[in-house]
């Protein structure tokens, strides 16, 4: 534990306890508003007590972020990383400096630890400034871009076979596309609970494959007639077969995706941004950042 003093105000930093879990779920739901089914399947497959940071004022949790395992995949090397994960401070106790001594404490344990470097995706825009303070550096891009059913019909292929999305076809077919760039790896079970994240929200998935080889897979949601590509993936040569397996799922008219920058699936006119920011913890890490290009976050787990 930690004590923290300042404005008036005592915190103090800790890791969290499995007895933690209630109260902690009361926060999550004041600060990012998701029932108690979606949060309970997180913590169920994903709290790790000594890996989720917590803070408390006058006995109370007030601030608490989540540490998750992954690695950063740079000119073909693999470096640990740690995803943090729904950060957050209840409305009552912010503007006091509290998450910043969290990410503080986040970055001392992840180094002792033994880690390579700690990867966010800010919530917003703003907050791209905000996490620059604390040494994170914009470090993956997504190209995002629009397009009409009538377009996937024109490339689709019909002899796609439609399967149900697994985390082992998932994995297959991401590591067979993902190999060669740099980008953040997840583990078998982080994709389980993608998937089932993805379903605990009421949102849809489709896989396909090609004479039994697993080709393609999405993750998408449906805002009135257009489909919003949480994450998709498709092997050299498969995008038609990915593009059939949305249209026999979706019947939305627009399809919204986010892709990695040379993912093979254009239209008219497309932007880039930077999605998801890393902090290096050592010497090694610090010198990739100078390789690391058109890097790719993708599934984020929120």
Known sequence: ARKLCGKGQEMIISTALKEDIGELTDLWQTCFGDDDDYIGAFMRSRFVPERTLIGREDGKICSALYLLDGKVRIAGEAFDAAYLYAACTHPDFRSRGYMGELLRFAESLCRDSGLDYICLVPAEDSLFDYYSRFGYRPAFEEKLLKIDRSHLELIADGNAEIEDLTAENMQTVRNACLCGIDCFVWDIDALQYAIDENANADCKSVAASSSG??????????????????????????????????????????????????????????TTRNNAMLLPLNTDSESALGDIKNAYMGLTLG
């Open 213 to 270: 080889r697993s080709s393609a897979y999405a993750l998408f949601d449906e805002e009135g007639e257009t489909a919003i590509i949480r994450e998709c993936a498709a092997r050299r040569g498969c995008v038609p077969l990915l593009t059939h397996a949305l249209l026999s799922v979706s019947k939305c008219s627009e399809f919204s995706f986010r892709l990695p920058l040379d993912f093979p699936l254009s239209a008219d006119s497309f």
